[in-house]
């Protein structure tokens, strides 16, 4: 998949989790839904074992109250494509 289409997806997860955020009472109920549904994007979007860490960080980020601001999948990408050197890729 293109890094920039995973960009578009990553901003647009962020968002969806981030909505949940600003909507009192049924914001907790979203979260408790989206928590898994994102970790499972996550390994799909993201391969490998920094996938699997970056579904459960995603997880446990989700379903802790008061984390949704944290744009998780837009850092995934930011370490995937800008931070991390060609040699650290690690594939499972």
């Given at each position: ?18 909505v ?12 408790v839904?989206?928590a ?8 799909k ?6 996938g ?27 370490y ?13």
């Amino acid at each position: 998949m293109n890094k920039y289409k995973k960009l578009f997806l990553s901003l647009l997860f962020d968002a969806m989790g981030f909505v949940s955020f600003f909507i009192p009472g049924i914001g907790e109920f979203a979260d408790v839904v989206w928590a898994p549904v994102s970790a499972y994007l996550m390994t799909k979007l993201y391969k490998g074992k920094t996938g699997k860490i970056a579904a459960a960080i995603s997880f446990i980020e989700e379903a802790l109250p008061g984390l949704d601001i944290i744009p998780t999948f837009t850092l995934m990408w930011l370490y995937s494509y800008v931070f991390k050197s060609e040699d650290e890729v690690i594939e499972v």
